[in-house]
């Protein structure tokens, strides 16, 4: 048996049997754990009175070999993010991070996924209405870079070369990216990008912050972000939190 303590957000969470709660988390040493928290229900001194999703602070659990759940000792919560919860926008961006979190990474340690991912929460829980949108696709890019799949922006994704900054240019999802127009004839499906939108998704992909100027605007960068993901990560396998929080943006957006 080994004791962990490693700084980590609650992504999911449920009840177990009559009093205790599995928790997936997201650890900034041990990437994706499982837990549970034994008495969690009966005992709220026991883990703090916080222990939901998206809460935020050092995880202590016991792990054996060969076992995908651990045992939770302890969970000091630092932040509760009660702000996500208070707005639909906000709580639906936050769930489209935490989808991306449990799908596509894994046990290994990968501390600046992490710190990806809490500085996404944090720019979303501080979001007014008109900005959840691009801080949860500026977060949602950071995250994809971190996992290793950053598009090509600035050069061609086929051929490597240079694209000027101002040009509209052909993305491919296939290509892995921006393509030169030469390129672009060789490969089908590609769709010309502004250059705005490629410059928003260098931007983001480094961690700072765009803001996006229309809904239409946001609704195209969603779909942009959505077949990327389509093409690279999921695999075929629907993205349940993403659909929502499109789908929550249109109904927001069209009225
Ligand atoms: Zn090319």
Not at 147 to 159: E, K, Y
Not at 192 to 215: F, K, N, T
Not at 231 to 249: I, P
């Amino acid at each position: 048996m080994t004791l962990v303590a490693t700084e980590a957000v609650v992504l999911h969470a449920f009840d177990y049997l009559e009093s205790s709660r599995i928790m997936r988390l997201i650890t900034r040493d041990a990437g994706i754990q499982s837990v549970l928290a034994r008495g969690a229900r009966s005992s709220r001194k026991r883990f703090g009175t916080s222990l939901d999703v998206f809460a935020q602070g050092t995880a202590e659990y016991s792990t054996r070999p060969g076992r995908d759940l651990n045992t939770l000792t302890a969970f000091d919560v630092t932040r509760a993010r009660p702000e996500l919860a208070a707005d639909i926008s906000r709580f639906t961006g936050a769930c489209v991070l935490a989808e991306l979190a449990l799908r596509f990474s894994s046990d290994e340690p990968h501390p600046r996924l992490f710190d990806a991912f809490v500085a996404g929460l944090d720019a979303i829980g501080a979001a007014e209405a008109d900005d959840t949108v691009s801080r949860t696709l500026g977060a949602a890019w950071h995250i994809v870079g971190e996992l290793g799949f950053a598009p090509a922006l600035d050069v061609c994704a086929n051929c490597h070369t240079p694209l000027a900054d101002d040009a509209r240019t052909p993305f491919s999802h296939v290509a892995g990216g921006a393509l030169c127009d030469r390129c672009a004839r060789l490969v089908p499906g590609a769709h010309p990008i502004p250059p705005e939108a490629r410059a928003a998704l260098a931007e983001w992909l480094a961690g700072s912050p765009v803001e996006i100027s229309s809904a239409a605007e946001g609704r195209a960068h969603q779909r942009l972000l959505r077949e990327f993901l389509d093409q690279h990560l999921s695999e075929g396998k629907k993205l349940v939190a993403y659909s929502m929080w499109e789908r929550e943006q249109l109904l927001v957006t069209n009225h």
